[in-house]
């Protein structure tokens, strides 16, 4: 018998038009028979999982017939689908399967599409509850360099000179071999399509990881003609960035490309050369990030000089070229910076103290004063306590990692004198048995997951909500 067949009413629809077999298309529910269990549910359910699928054809069976629609499938996994149409979450119990076998279900029903989305569901991230869930264990020998995220929760991971992309489910999908000795700088453009650069290497290259193709090589053409290498790549749902650094290392910029024209050069901005001793031209912005609130794009450098670390922040305005706004480091210049746009604020961890600490974006002033989360700043011992530290937001909190602990900061509003004062509290991250290990490198996040790599390990850990680990 194949799967989906008609057969003889194993029961009847529990609707005022029961008694009446030829009355299917004026009642709302729908019974179906799965593996010889009944289930029952409604029409507008069935139609959440769109035309041309299995659910859409048990919908127009049981319109057109006057029998119960059977299916020779395996009623359990039926059940689990059945609730993502319900509710566009997996049940708990879910946990009990193994996810491929969840994942050929959904692909005979025709909604692994809806599988996808409700596994990359940014809802379902619960920082509080977070836990380490599954090792994601690596070939060969070479420490991971960079990891980068896709909206539908895939992940790549950059080793060596290869490249390794997972899946949603987080099923090994392909390993891709680059020009690359090392990759620094990595960034999901698409499903398949990848930017990575290196300091060491010219060109930032656009590759297509399903067919292991290098698509194009993006340069600037500095004015000494010499090699550019990739300090930080960036994007926004229009463009491309790339921090360049000539091969002499007396010049850089930024460059912006159209990601929906071909990686077409755009424009040229923060264009420097370095004369005499002007060392904050000199520094090439090593980390860039897109603002969509206030259409701003972050550039971060730092530099270690005989007098210390010092660096800036700057926020550049991409179609006019300008600076909008500036922050100086001097004194307790950032390890690691992130802004984020649902926080409206730049998140910092000081190299000197070790300490977060943020600057309001709605309140900027000419002072700009960084806000510790701890209300106030810690003295300074002459020792780098930040050196190393890792700091991203992801939706409402901000994470940390200090050597190999994590901890997440999340915002307690308080009144004081009638006004609202931002305060952030810090709690340590995941159970015992998650606590410790060697330093955290690479923090990244992808719907409901949050992706942790160490120093000298060839493996990446997945921290989920354990309610909906699988």
Known sequence: MPPFSQSSPLSTVFSPNHHNPNNHSS??????????QIFQTTKQTLTLAGSNTLFSNLFNSYDQNNQTPFVDRDPDLFSIL???????????????FDIQDIIFEAIYYGIDHLLVQCQSNPSQFEAFNLEKSKILNLGGRDPISVIDTTQNGSLLVSHGSKITSFDWALQRKSTVLTRFAAIDSLLSLSSNVVAAGATDFSGLQIIDLDKGLLMQSLNWENLTKSSSTV???????????SSFESGRRNSNSIMVFDVNDGFRTVSEIAHNEIFGADLDSCIPATKLKWVPS??????????SGPSGVSGNIKFWDVRSGEIAWEIKEKSDCFSDVTVSDTLSAVFKIGINSGEASYIDFRRIDSSNSWNYFGGTKKPLNGKKEGLGCKIESHGNQVFCSKEGELEVCSEVLMVENGK????????????TKDVGGNRVTNLGFSGSKMFV??????????????????
Do not use: Y
């Open 27 to 36: 009642t709302n529910i729908v019974t179906i028979d799965v593996g010889g």
């Open 82 to 96: 059945l609730s993502v149409l319900r509710t566009g979450n997996l049940p708990s119990k879910a946990k009990l």
């Open 231 to 241: 300090q930080a790549i960036g994007k926004s749902p229009e463009f491309l960035f």
């Open 294 to 303: 206030v259409n701003l794009l972050m550039a971060a450098a730092s530099h």
């Open 420 to 431: 609202d004062e931002r305060v952030f509290r810090k709690n340590l991250l995941g159970r």
């Open 453 to 470: 790599t160490r120093r000298d390990q060839q493996c990446v850990e997945v921290w989920e909500s354990s309610r909906r680990g699988f």
